[in-house]
């Protein structure tokens, strides 16, 4: 059953258009994350769903009702702000209850109601303290225990761990994944973050200038992008620009940068589809010491001569940067595992990529 259904919703301020034609669907117990850049309409759309927005165009239903007549406070909706939004004069208690105070909920089952929601988010006995005398992770728990302490239909997350710091963030990413499964709840994430979004969400919608242009599983979006926006704003990537020189009968392809680089691919684009823009994930390639000419002969492999350039060891992986014949380079991604030295700027390499992880566009 679709908890949410969008349908052709477009909402425009003056002559911009923040969001085109969007229809969206969200089964019961799901978690999708809304990804894209700032401006691409991942906000306006969750302020929609809420009912902070009208939108021009288009209906929003919320378990088959259709709501665009109603109020935020008549939609059962959970929503965590990016800011958290909670009130400074309030008890941590107090906060937790304020949704339920104003939705109807039997005064005598609250107080029960706000110690299951704090036990849940792990702030045991932290019911009488203030939001200043609270850490950042602790102000997103009590904001997170406000949103699901009305059981409702939809939770909506705007931008929920952007506020904290690195570490922080990865660790409260695991434990809010583990909340919302535990308690079921239907979730949308709205994140300019790829990890968070790839993380968090069972499948992943990526938006971009009002439109959605992809939707799939954190796997199919990373792996197989629809396009080029979404190769390059999901993850990091090695780019070249070439020119098909011939195509085989195995729909293999050879391609020629400007900088005479030869990339071999395995490409569906026609006979009539000359130039291209390859994309090579860092985490594909590997290096091997010399120029590594003896896996040249090796079908399925790319080799690329080259020269390493910079190597810079950031915790559990080594970013190489290799020089590649006319001055083209190249990002290579190694874990920092075992004894394995890394390769010392100045040494001759080979960088080997199977023509399979070649995405063509």
């Not at 929003?60 to 959970?78: F, H, T």
């Not at 728990?141 to 710091?165: C, G, H, K, N, Y």
């Not at 660790?171 to 990890?195: M, N, P, Y």
Request: neutral net charge; charged residues 20%; aromatic residues 6%.
């Amino acid at each position: 059953m679709n908890v949410l259904e969008l349908k052709s919703v477009t909402k425009r301020y003056g002559g911009f258009i923040a969001v085109d034609g969007v229809s969206l669907e969200i089964e019961q117990g799901k978690v999708l994350s809304l990804l894209g850049p700032s401006g691409c309409g991942k906000t306006t759309t969750l302020r929609i769903i809420a009912g902070f927005v009208s939108p021009d165009e288009g209906s929003v239903q919320i378990a088959g009702e259709n709501v665009g007549e109603l109020k935020p406070y008549e939609r059962n909706v959970g929503l965590l702000f990016q800011d958290y939004a909670l009130f400074p004069h309030m008890t941590v208690a107090q906060n937790v209850a304020y949704g339920m105070r104003y939705r109807g909920t039997p005064a005598s089952t609250i107080p029960s109601r706000v110690k299951e929601m704090l036990s849940l988010v792990q702030l045991n006995g932290m019911d009488a303290r203030y939001p200043n005398q609270l850490s950042g992770g602790q102000q997103q728990r009590v904001a997170l225990a406000r949103a699901l302490a009305t059981d409702p239909q939809i939770v909506l997350l705007d931008e929920p761990l952007s506020a904290l710091d690195a570490k922080l963030r990865l660790e409260l990413r695991i434990e809010l994944k583990e909340i919302l499964r535990s308690v079921g709840a239907t979730t949308i994430v709205v994140t300019h973050d790829q990890e968070e979004a790839l993380s968090l969400g069972d499948e992943v919608v990526v938006m971009h200038a009002g439109k959605i242009v992809q939707r799939g599983t954190p796997t199919q979006i990373y792996k197989t992008p629809a396009n080029k926006f979404v190769a390059e704003f999901v993850g990091r990537s090695n780019w070249f620009h070439g020119t098909r020189q011939r195509r085989s009968n195995g729909g293999i392809s050879s391609y020629v940068t400007g900088d005479g680089v030869e990339i071999r691919a395995r490409s569906e684009q026609s006979d009539q589809q000359w130039t291209s823009d390859l994309c090579i994930r860092p985490e594909n390639i590997h290096l091997v010491e010399g120029t590594g000419r003896e896996l040249c002969q090796e079908t399925e492999n790319n080799v690329l001569q080259g020269v390493v350039l910079d190597v810079a060891p950031l915790g559990a992986d080594v970013h190489v940067v290799v020089e590649l014949q006319g001055k083209s380079r190249l990002l290579v991604i190694r874990k920092n595992v075992g004894r394995s030295q890394a390769p010392v700027p100045g040494q001759p390499v080979g960088a080997v990529f199977s023509m399979s992880d070649v995405l063509v566009f």
